[in-house]
């Protein structure tokens, strides 16, 4: 059975820190892209970060770029998005997706509609 479970969340500041995990199981973690998506309330889901299976290559969405990283740990069936210099728009919920990889660039799989299995959502949510 598929599972993806986000854990790292919590109350944010503007110009703060947080680093969110996702813990991967029941698959080939190895073999399948993963990604980062947020939904503010009202919202879309979006895009923030996705990374492949094969090469490592990393896509970012333009919102967050220079102040997300995203990261694997094949061994430890986890990726990792530590966030840096928050903004208002970041608190979300972060959803963590993935799906088998396909021969496509990266940018083209940081979309909601090619992830197969999600996670159940970790609340990044603003510190007033």
């Known amino acids: 059975q598929v599972q993806l479970v986000e854990s790292g969340g919590g109350l944010v500041q503007p110009g703060g820190s947080l680093r969110l995990s996702c813990a991967a199981s029941?698959?080939?973690?190895?073999?399948?892209?993963i990604g980062w998506f947020r939904q503010a309330p009202g919202k879309e889901r979006e895009g923030v970060s996705c990374?492949?299976?094969?090469?490592?290559?990393?896509y970012y969405a333009d919102s967050v770029k220079g102040r997300f990283t995203i990261t694997r740990d094949n061994a430890k069936n986890t990726v990792y998005l530590p966030m840096n210099s928050l903004k208002p728009r970041d608190p979300s919920v972060y959803y963590c997706?993935?799906?088998?990889?396909?021969?496509?660039?990266?940018?083209?799989?940081?979309?909601?509609?090619?992830?197969?299995?999600w996670g159940q959502g970790t609340q990044v949510p603003l510190s007033s």
């Open positions: 990374i492949s299976s094969s090469d490592g290559s990393t």
């Open positions: 029941g698959f080939t973690f190895h073999y399948y892209t």
């Open positions: 997706a993935a799906e088998p990889s396909r021969v496509a660039p990266i940018e083209a799989l940081c979309v909601r509609t090619a992830y197969d299995y």
